[in-house]
């Protein structure tokens, strides 16, 4: 006799048991599952680990700005 398979969960079901198992970023979860941006944000949110290991948001670019002195290391390996 062929198997059943077990119905899937909705989308949103789908995207926090994946965040469960990955632990993704808001927006890496908008991009895989089509969430909104408050639907990955609280998924993210509502995650133990994913405060406990929350680092400070960098801006963008080569030289962060608003560090102190040896705070940001570079290395060019060319």
């Known amino acids: 006799a062929p198997a059943a398979m077990a119905p ?5 079901e789908q995207a926090k048991i994946s965040h469960q198992l990955f632990h993704q970023n808001a927006p890496a979860l908008v991009r895989q599952f089509n969430l909104k ?3 990955a944000r609280a998924i993210v949110a509502a995650c133990p680990e994913c405060h406990q290991l929350a680092l400070p948001a960098i801006g963008t670019g080569a030289n962060p700005r608003g560090l102190s002195n040896c705070e940001v290391w570079q290395m060019d390996v060319t």
Not at 8 to 12: I, K
């Open 37 to 39: 941006h408050d639907q």
């Open 8 to 12: 899937l969960p909705n989308v949103f």
